[in-house]
């Protein structure tokens, strides 16, 4: 079976916090995605990043950084000095499951970030 | 270049009645999603569009939710009747390619409550 957890629920931070946000999935899948989409209280899901299984590499953009470990399942997101701005619900998703473009998304974590 | 548009925003209706909602995807963009989102959860896909034909609506409730995208553009999801566990917001995506591995882009939403 194809599943994504984010274990955690919510998390609270004070502006210029580090923050990790956790990701878990499952899947028999030898080839497959993983997404990072931000939403914020306007309600629209923005994309942030797309992995692929055979790129392990860690990638950076700006404040934002991902860890990705095939060992563990685990695709972690983390934000550097966070930002009021930065408060929204945050999703992970796995995809490119059953041949066709289907994403399984976790619960969420909601990030609040305070000044 | 435009994202994708969706209306209504908002839409409040009694229970049993019908209501359509609508999606123009990104322009180009050959796949078609409607997610459903319920409060606290992640989306869910209820139908997938390749150009105008249905390649995955395993998780549509066909006895009152129905979809279509005329032409390969646009698409309306219809529910009739609505029942109270259909209050949640629907969400549309499009990517552009035919492939299993193509990025997401997602509109803002429509936020229905039944009552």
């Known amino acids: 079976a194809q599943k994504v957890t984010q274990a955690q629920t919510e998390i609270s931070v004070v502006e210029k916090e580090d923050v990790t946000l956790d990701c878990v999935y499952e899947t028999r899948d030898t080839t497959y995605y993983l997404f990072w989409y931000k939403q914020p209280p306007s309600g629209e899901l923005v994309f942030l990043i797309r992995r692929n299984s055979f790129d392990e590499q860690n990638e950076i953009s700006g404040r934002y950084s991902w860890n990705f470990q095939k060992s563990t399942s685990s695709f972690n997101f983390t934000i550097t000095a966070s930002q009021v701005v930065d408060s929204a619900v945050y999703f992970c998703?796995?995809?490119?499951?059953?041949?066709?473009?289907?994403?399984?998304f976790g619960a969420g974590t909601r990030l609040a970030v305070h000044p | 270049e435009a994202g994708v548009a969706q209306s209504p925003r908002y839409k409040i209706i009694e229970k049993r009645q019908s209501v359509a909602f609508w999606c123009n995807p990104i322009?180009?963009?050959?796949?078609l999603y409607w997610y459903q989102q319920i409060l606290g959860q992640g989306p869910k896909l209820l139908i997938q569009?390749?150009?105008?034909?249905?390649?995955?609506d395993s998780q549509l409730p066909k006895d009152r939710f129905s979809a279509e995208r005329l032409k390969g553009v646009d698409s309306t999801l219809k529910i009739q009747p609505a029942k109270l566990e259909d209050s949640a917001v629907y969400l549309c995506?499009?990517?552009?390619?035919?492939?299993?591995?193509?990025?997401?882009?997602f509109g803002p939403g429509t936020r229905l409550t039944v009552l």
């Open positions: 998703a796995l995809g490119g499951q059953g041949g066709y473009n289907k994403l399984i």
């Open positions: 569009f390749q150009n105008n034909g249905v390649v995955d």
């Open positions: 322009s180009g963009h050959a796949t």
């Open positions: 995506a499009s990517s552009g390619g035919q492939g299993r591995t193509d990025t997401q882009y």
